[in-house]
């Protein structure tokens, strides 16, 4: 697992040296070397106050993450202020204020949407209390946060991409169920997913709405989809595995298989959607990985402690088909 790690923040030293950019955190945030590693950490996890303002409860990933966060916590002995801000930014605002005025030591947030955070990071950093941003990034200026713990959600939008070609033969009448408008998953699925349809002249995106991430809103969109498309679709192309489960409901209501008269891709990979994949109503399914809690309060940790982190530690994932669901789903820890 350590080795994992290592790993991991070594590859995004080499992704970030590579990619040019002068990633340097700035004034207050920037991390001091490790003058000499023999000296004992200031802080140990039990000494730890961590606010953390997660977005949600939307999606079967967001549950995973959630648990994933709060078992850490407790195993690790971190005391953890954790608010759900039931999917509004306004209420992830007024909780980082909060653990500015608690002073607690570090604060995790998951930012709902990209933009909108300059001013309440500012608030943080004026503090003194830096930011981790988990899962989601946020448009800010990089000296506004320590790291950010997270996919690389254009990679799932390109991935999703190839493997719809395939299983299409390059030729499709896509509908494109949205996440929650403005958040970074759903900008960046979107974007990569365009990126590799323009070599498929014959893959066309038909319909694309917001489903925001839920079930309940992927079964409502596809629902009209259908209305006015028709069997005129053959593909949907969820940006998670929520809103291709309603979307899943909705086609059978229609009268269509779905999997079979319609191709179905979604990201996340979620307990959901291998038994999906197992009933051979899904065809795909992108990973995208919840379980952020070691990392982010290993990340945590060194960031009190004054010790240098990467400005970006992403996740491996893989990508999963029906054929090894069965197999795997024993195995899945969300
Ligand atoms: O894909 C979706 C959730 O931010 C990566 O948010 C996360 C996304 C995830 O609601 O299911």
């Known amino acids: ?45 039990e000494d730890l106050i961590v606010g953390y303002a997660q977005l949600g409860a939307e999606s079967e990933w967001r549950a ?7 078992e850490t916590a407790e195993n690790l002995g971190v005391e953890l202020r954790f608010l759900d801000a039931q999917q509004k930014q306004d209420n992830q605002i007024v909780a980082i204020r909060k653990f500015i005025v ?23 950093k004026g503090a003194g209390i830096p930011i981790i941003l988990v899962d989601r990034r946020a448009a800010v200026p990089e000296d506004l946060y320590v790291s950010y713990l997270g996919s690389d959600f254009l990679e799932e939008g390109r991935k999703s991409a190839r493997i719809m070609a395939d299983l299409v033969n390059g030729k499709a009448n896509i509908v494109e169920l949205v996440g929650t408008v403005g958040s970074a998953p759903a900008n960046d699925r979107y974007t990569g997913f365009r990126e590799i349809l323009q070599e498929y002249p014959e893959m066309k995106i038909i319909d694309s709405e917001s489903g925001d991430f839920t079930r309940a809103r992927g079964r409502e969109v596809m629902r009209r989809f259908l209305q006015k498309h028709g069997d005129e679709i053959t593909a949907v192309y969820a940006h998670n595995d929520d809103m291709a489960l309603g979307a899943i409901e909705a086609i059978e ?77 024993p195995t899945r820890k969300y």
Request: with cysteine.
């Open 1 to 45: 697992m350590k080795v994992a790690h290592i790993f991991v923040s070594f590859l995004a030293f080499v992704v970030i040296l590579g990619s040019g950019c002068s990633r340097q955190p700035s004034s207050l945030f920037t991390p001091q070397p490790d003058s000499n590693s023999d000296i004992t950490p200031k802080k140990n996890y």
């Open 64 to 70: 995973a993450n959630t648990i994933s966060i709060k």
């Open 102 to 124: 608690q002073k607690v030591d570090i604060i995790g947030v998951s930012p709902i949407v990209e933009t909108g955070w300059e001013e309440v990071f500012q608030e943080a």
């Open 253 to 329: 209501e229609y009268g269509l298989k779905p999997g079979v008269d319609i191709k179905i891709i979604s990201v996340d990979a979620a307990r959901g959607a291998f038994e999906a994949m197992i009933a051979g109503k899904l065809n795909a399914a992108v990973e995208c990985n919840p379980l952020l809690g070691p990392q982010f309060f290993e990340l945590a940790l060194k960031v009190v402690n004054g010790q240098p982190v990467p400005k970006w530690v992403p996740s491996i994932e893989g990508v999963f088909f029906p054929e090894d669901a069965s197999e795997i789903l």
